[in-house]
């Protein structure tokens, strides 16, 4: 077994895992440095790095290290320890490292106007693939957005009767019309999709959930949705927009701790708070006023 071979199928199919190579060794050990181990998120495992209880313990701090998607380093004594005296131990010393294996986020993009032109080539150079969907040919072709990972110019329920997001995928929803919004959004709650964001006002975001909740949707399939999307930096034109939708991205990918200026009304607040809609009119960021 490859295990390189094994860490690219993981990566195409979409699946996490986490690789411990042994990066350091003193004395002798039933392994040799550099020896590997892919630990699946189902938990399954290829290649190995000895057995034994060493080999158990590293098995449970990947399983950690898939769930945080960071990375960490373990040490093990086996001259001191007496639960390594099993036979299958020499009584050395090894550091392993242990890092993530994530496939590359996958963003799928509804709507193929201004901002999410912007959007699909910010998104590309921060190293996401994009699934662009429309139902205008006439936007959503290859020449429109090229390197796409694919291109779905097809009614929206089309699409989406064909689509599964996993939990590395990202879903913006920047359509040209409130219909196409929330029946994506309606879709979209449903899905295991890590990230759910729709372009548009906060009057228009209260509207669409509401909606969406009085036709029997739980309340708390909206606590992932981001509306008005992107992070709060005063972005005017579809290329800022763009950038500022990205950035919460990234951040969401990373696992950011610091507080951000997150544009996101949804959660913590009440809806029924909202203000008049003369007055949400009078607040509406520019991404609210402009073609999608």
Known sequence: MDIYEEIVALRRS???????????????????????????EDGSIAGTIGGGCVEAEVWQAARDVIINEK???????????????????????????????????????FGAGHVALELFKTARNAGFDVIVA?????????????????????????TLAALNPGESSYIVIATRGHRDDMRILRWAVQTHARYIGMVGSRRKAITVVRELTAEGLKPEL?????????????AITPEEIAVSIVAELIAIRRH??????????FHGNDPDAASSPEEELSREPAIAKMES
């Open 14 to 40: 979409g699946r996490r895992g986490a690789v411990a190579t042994i990066v350091n060794v003193r004395g002798s050990i039933p392994s040799f440095k550099s020896a590997k181990m892919l630990v699946r």
């Open 222 to 234: 909206f606590e992932r949705l981001h509306s008005p999307v992107g992070l709060d930096i005063g």
């Open 71 to 109: 990375p960490c380093s373990l040490s093990f004594d086996l001259n001191q320890d007496p639960k390594y005296d099993t036979g299958l131990v020499c009584g050395g010393t090894l550091e392993i490292f242990i890092e993530p294996v994530l496939p590359a986020p996958l963003l799928y993009l």
């Open 256 to 265: 950011a701790q610091r507080a951000l200026p997150h544009m996101s009304w």
């Open 134 to 158: 429309d139902d205008r040919e006439a936007y959503a072709n290859a020449e429109r957005f090229p390197g796409a990972r694919e291109i779905l110019a097809k009614d929206f329920e089309l």
